[in-house]
């Protein structure tokens, strides 16, 4: 069936085809500039606005959202969102995380550019708005350009015209897809980067897909010296690997399949060290939590 080409993503719909990238709406919101809205804006009030019926995007980041709330009672909303007329209401067509949080800030009236868009349009720039965003991690952004191909009925090669990708990006993210269940959660919590899953990927096999992945967090490979055990079969030692005895091994193993992360064990004589490595608060606040069964919030400097 020939696929259907719809429109050029979200600069057709708001302007600035050419132009330099605009930065997030958080650095945006965050900047002390003047609250007017953009020309061509108009201020509506948030009570006639209806949420976008087709937007693809269930689920939202609350914290993120009051961060967002807070810098919009600073700065205002400096980047209108977009609706459609909807009998004597609105239908929000973009912006839907800058209309939740100028809720949260209490604001009465948002500044919103009004657009003639149809359902099918209106899909399309919602899912173009998501893949888009700078917070999504590796998994998620493949879901979300998954969804454009099947939701838009549209190409990989188009896809990467709107979101200005090259044909191979879009095929490495819709490739994640294939991981396991279990390596593609580590992957979304950030315990495996995208380089490490591409070249985990090259094994077809799912035991020494998981026997990579074991390597990985255990000695800290690069995705180079990772690509180099999936080629070579996992037959190469890794330097940690040498003098380290059979039964220690055997225990930094055991740790690290339970925890899901890198262990090392440092013995000198009866005395000793184990040491687990984690990458950021989330992966601290995750093994925290295991280990003492306990939730624990941790602050943003804390790691």
Known sequence: MKKRRLGKGLASLIGGAGEPKKPREEVAEDAPEA??????????????????PRQPRKAMDEEAL?????SIRSAGVLQP????????MYELVMGERRLRASHLAGLEKIPALVRQVDDDRMLELALIENVQREDLN????????????DELDITQEQVGEKLGLSRSAVTNFLRLLELPPEIRQMVSRGTLSAGHARAILRLEDAALQMRLVRRITRDGLSVRQAEKLAAGGLEERTPTERGVSPQVKRLQTALQESLGTKVEIRARGKNGRIIIHFAGNDEFERLFELMTGTAQEIEESAA
């Open 35 to 52: 609250k007017e809205p953009a020309a061509g804006a108009t201020e509506i009030e948030l009570a006639r606005i209806e949420l976008n």
């Open 66 to 70: 009051r961060g967002l709330a807070d």
């Open 81 to 88: 969102i977009v609706v459609r007329e909807h009998g004597d």
């Open 138 to 149: 590796p998994i998620e952004k493949a879901e979300a350009i998954r969804q454009m191909i």
